[in-house]
Structures are given as structure tokens and as C-alpha cells.
């Protein structure tokens, strides 16, 4: 099993930035890709970002090009998600999730909250 625990949402004025950390704990060896997604309020939970485990190539949603990095730590088993430039519409509950090569074949993080107000 995977254990994935997010942190870093919060409050922040538009223009402004955050960084989210997802830690990963486990079978860590199983996870070939992680990801970031997120959920607004009456809205289908959309793929922000996501990134390779090993060898790190990464892509990302067109709304977020150019604002949002992706990034990862293999030694602190952690994947980060920096946002800088946020939007009103960036406001979402953020998820983070592994792919891995064995049942379930995935993981998902509890969420962690970000809004975007002035």
C-alpha cells in the first residue's frame, strides 16, 4: 500500500503563490507517476500536473503552463506542486496521486484546500 499525505493549501490573494508537498510512504518502489489534480465546487476533478518518478518528465494542463511547476524530491519521497501567478479559477481542493505497476494501480491523497481571494 501507498500512503499519500498532502499539505501547503491555504488562503492567497490573487497573484500571489503556494507550494503543496505530497509525501509519500509504503510500497514507495511500486510508484512510477504522481500527479496533482484538482476539484473546484460543482466541477469534474481535472489533472493539473504530473510527473515520471524515475525519470521525471513532466506535463501539465494548459490552464496551468507557464504557472505551475511540478517537481520531486526521490530522496524525501515527496512531489511538490509550486503555483505562483494563481487565479480566482485556481481555486480547488488539491489532490495528489500515485500510479503504481500493482493493485490498485493507484493512490489518492486526502486533498488539501486552496483559495484564491482578494
Known amino acids: 500500500q501507498v500512503q499519500l499525505v498532502e499539505s501547503g493549501g491555504g488562503l492567497v490573494q490573487p497573484g500571489g503563490s503556494l507550494r503543496l508537498s505530497c509525501a509519500a510512504s509504503?510500497?514507495?518502489?511500486?510508484?512510477?507517476?504522481m500527479a496533482w489534480h484538482r476539484q473546484a465546487p460543482g466541477k469534474q476533478r481535472e489533472k493539473v500536473a504530473a510527473?515520471?518518478?524515475?525519470?521525471?518528465?513532466?506535463n501539465y494542463a494548459d490552464s496551468v503552463k507557464g504557472r505551475f511547476t511540478i517537481s520531486r524530491d526521490n530522496s524525501k519521497n515527496t512531489v511538490y506542486l509550486q503555483m505562483n501567478s494563481l487565479k480566482l479559477e485556481d481555486t480547488a481542493v488539491y489532490y495528489c496521486?500515485?500510479?503504481?505497476?500493482?493493485?490498485?494501480?493507484?493512490?489518492w491523497g486526502q486533498g488539501t484546500q486552496v483559495t484564491v481571494s482578494s
Open positions: 496521486n500515485a500510479k503504481t505497476t500493482v493493485i490498485p494501480y493507484e493512490y
Open positions: 509504503g510500497s514507495i518502489f511500486s510508484i512510477y507517476a
Open positions: 510527473i515520471g518518478w524515475s525519470g521525471g518528465n513532466t
